[in-house]
């Protein structure tokens, strides 16, 4: 039988202190500890003996006992300690683990991001694995990014070009048989400038750069004329297009363009002419301005280099109004004659008179209405093609104008200047056609018999010859015909009504190559101007010297093209053309989508009323106002008093800064019709304003384009402005809200002396 264990023996042991306790008389061991202690009482002799033996061996057990008791639960607390020592030591070495994984993946990070993208430049920074462009300003305000080389497959190499590839001052890389890049930087007083430039090395890899146009990136200006003429330019969407220049209704790009865009946060981009150049905007429902250079079978056929360049440059500095100042074209004075300007200032202050000369007495009968109405100027009268015969005759139509020199002559006694409009297209029904053909004054059929003349379509006539201008007999066959019509009839000067780029034969071919068709203009309308007086150009890609205005392309007579006028108007002055001629006033009704001629009726009709009073309000503040229906034209007598108003309001406060302004910009070669960040740049209200603009910098105008509308938002510059309608004092840098304009007002703001109070 087991020995039965004390438990109440071994619960109040546990109560013991820590000292040996006293000893026990009478108390006799247990088997058990006996049996561990290797002792049988059986075997002790004596009682006293047995006895003292006995106690000290209770002691022993009672303080072993209490020893055990007490150091096990110790023993058990240690442990546990120990556990969670361990799992806190575990819990940092993992935690420290995650700090240098995460220090190692910042630290590749951190150089595949700043290490590999080097400033190779000052403010400019490039990395060439991932091809990202970076320019920013002097307080290192990032101002462009870019993806260049799109298209270059993702496991292509980079690297240094070779010693004889290499260009002074440049950085070149190369992407293997794809393409190679060259950097360079040149720095001005005030900005610097990157210039960038791809070299194709494979035929089927066309250089392209895309430059990221979202909201945080700003607003762009510039280009031109754009399909639905967005304004900024990141509103609008266009496919990958040719930069060309074409009729808007039918084509991406109008009748005026320049390889120049500006940005809001103070950087332009400019491309070289000779780069064959395709654009897109946001395409792809992207928010991307996509560069790219590629030849074709129309527009860039003449190739400059074997593969296609892609050639820019980008200028950067902290503000967009003293940017674009460096930037514009300087020195318009450069040998202008007395005459020319006051060629110039007559056409700001005086109207032209766009007539299609349907019959000698049409002609006589327009300018005796003019003089009736007693208040406008006589001006210039501008004859339409339809003088001739058939396009390219340069002889007026003795059936039509059998009195024409004797008709001239009184118009001239008038007061009024005679323009006659003249084409570079020779219908096949011409007198002069065959004749031009014999001398191969026309453009060749690419391909073919350079005695074949290629042929087109222009306006009515579906079959024309294109002079070419490059041919050195051209232009004195081309001057004869020009003079003889000066000396008979006391031409004042000639309007070139040159087309686009879309209307060149499709395979056109001239005796010199041209850069593109659009090199066609720049190269007709500077040969031209060295023999006989012009007035005007129907397009253009550079700039014209003066006294030559530009004109709008033709605008329907409809509130939606009204609406295009003014970022037109402003969109072309600030791309380097200040001398600009806007449309008629009403808009062109005879144009498909007026609102009068839904039909297309080539029949002519006054535009519509209300229509008509907004565009004369605002094209009273425009440097040329140009008309075709005259306003006693309509049966209302308020129209004639909102006109006289109009014309007295032209010719005491407009024509003056028109003239002021005009002087101006031939030195400094900025607009004189300018959009409101002009005025204040930093303003970002200022960017975005699409229905005002200002007369310089002293007149602020925002006319009503909207049918039926008395009210509209008004936003005023940093400034003090009086009021055109009640003469009210307001203050600048906010918006007029609901601010009221009768039909027969119209809303404008004179600029008040800086230190004006009120």
């Not at 020592?85 to 700090?99: E, N, S």
């Not at 740049?681 to 105008?701: K, M, N, Q, R, W």
Request: proline letters at 7%; aromatic letters at 10%; glycine letters at 6%.
């Amino acid at each position: 039988m087991m020995p039965r264990y004390d438990v109440g023996s071994a619960v109040s042991l546990q109560r013991v202190p820590l000292q040996a306790p006293p000893r026990r008389k009478g108390r006799t061991m247990s088997p058990m500890i006996n049996k561990k202690l290797g002792n049988d009482p059986m075997e002790l002799s004596g009682g006293q003996s047995a006895n003292s033996t006995i106690t000290s061996v209770n002691s022993i057990s009672s303080l072993l006992k209490e020893k055990l008791q007490l150091s096990i639960p110790q023993a058990l607390r240690s442990s546990k300690k120990r556990q969670n020592a361990d799992y806190r030591l575990r819990a940092f070495v993992g935690i420290l683990f995650l700090c240098v994984v995460f220090l190692v993946g910042f630290a590749h990070f951190y150089y595949t991001q700043h290490v590999l993208q080097r400033a190779y430049f000052d403010k400019f920074s490039f990395n060439k694995n991932k091809r990202v462009m970076r320019v920013y300003s002097s307080t290192g305000t990032e101002v462009i990014a870019a993806r260049l080389g799109e298209g270059i497959p993702a496991e292509t190499g980079v690297f240094p070009c070779l010693s004889h590839h290499q260009k002074q001052d440049s950085v070149c890389m190369e992407w293997l048989q794809q393409a190679r890049l060259y950097l360079a930087h040149t720095k001005h007083t005030d900005m610097h400038c990157y210039h960038v430039t791809w070299q194709s090395l494979n035929p089927h890899y066309n250089p392209k750069d895309c430059f990221d146009w979202s909201q945080k990136r700003g607003h762009w200006y510039g280009g031109g004329q754009v399909q639905n003429m967005p304004y900024p330019l990141e509103r609008g969407r266009l496919d990958l297009s040719p930069f060309i220049t074409g009729d808007i209704t039918k084509h991406p790009f109008g009748n005026v363009l320049k390889r120049y865009f500006l940005n809001s946060k103070g950087a332009t981009v400019l491309v070289d002419p000779e780069t064959p150049l395709y654009v897109s905007i946001n395409a792809n429902k992207s928010n991307n301005f996509c560069m790219q250079a590629k030849y074709d079978a129309f527009a860039y056929i003449n190739h400059l280099t074997p593969l296609p360049q892609l050639n820019y440059t980008i200028c950067a500095t902290d503000n967009m109004k003293n940017l674009h100042s460096s930037m514009a074209e300087k020195s318009l004075w450069d040998g202008l004659k007395p005459d020319e300007l006051n060629a110039v200032h007559s056409l700001l202050s005086e109207p032209v008179w766009q007539i299609s000369p349907t019959s000698e007495a049409a002609v006589y009968n327009y300018t005796d209405n003019v003089i009736a109405l007693g208040f406008l100027r006589q001006g210039h009268v501008l004859l339409s093609e339809e003088w001739q015969p058939s396009p390219g005759d340069f002889v007026l139509d003795e059936e039509r104008f059998p009195s024409m020199e004797e008709t001239i002559n009184i118009i001239h006694r008038r007061g009024f200047r005679i323009v006659f409009s003249i084409q570079p297209f020779i219908s096949t029904e011409s007198i002069n056609f065959r004749d031009a053909v014999a001398n191969r004054l026309l453009i060749s059929e690419r391909g073919s018999d350079p005695r074949i003349p290629a042929l087109a379509r222009y306006k009515q006539s579906n079959s024309v010859g294109v002079l070419d201008i490059t041919n050195n007999k051209t232009l004195p066959w081309l001057q004869s015909k020009l003079e003889r019509l000066i000396m008979k009839y006391h031409v004042d000067s000639f309007y070139l009504d040159l087309g686009t780029a879309q209307d060149m034969p499709h395979y056109y071919k001239c005796e010199q190559p041209l850069t593109n068709p659009d090199h066609y203009k720049t190269i007709f309308t500077k040969s031209i101007l060295g023999s006989v007086p012009v007035m005007g150009v129907s397009g253009a890609i550079s700039r014209p010297r003066p006294p030559v205005f530009v004109s709008l392309p033709p605008f329907s007579s409809s509130w939606k093209a009204i609406k295009t006028v003014i970022p037109t108007v402003l969109t072309y002055g600030m791309i380097g053309y200040p001398f600009i001629m806007p449309g008629a006033v009403g808009g062109d009704v005879a144009l498909p989508m007026s609102d009068n001629n839904p039909d297309n009726d080539f029949e002519v009709n006054l535009p519509d009323k209300e229509l008509y009073i907004r565009w004369l309000q605002l094209s009273t503040f425009l440097p040329v106002i140009r008309f075709t229906h005259l306003p006693s034209k309509y049966s209302d007598e308020s129209v004639l008093e909102i006109a006289k108003t109009l014309t007295t309001l032209r010719q005491k406060t407009v024509t003056p800064l028109l003239k002021k302004y005009a002087k101006e910009i031939l030195d400094t070669g900025l607009p004189i019709i300018r959009p409101l960040w002009m005025l204040d740049p930093a303003d970002p209200a200022c960017h975005v304003v699409v229905d005002e603009f200002s007369v310089g910098e002293e007149l602020i105008v925002a006319p009503v384009l909207y049918s039926g509308s008395r009210q509209r938002e008004v936003y005023l510059p940093a400034g003090v402005w009086k009021d055109g309608i009640d003469g009210s004092l307001r203050k600048g840098s906010r918006w007029i809200h609901n601010y009221r304009v009768a039909e027969d007002k119209v809303a404008y703001f004179v600029k008040m002396p800086d230190n004006t109070r009120f």
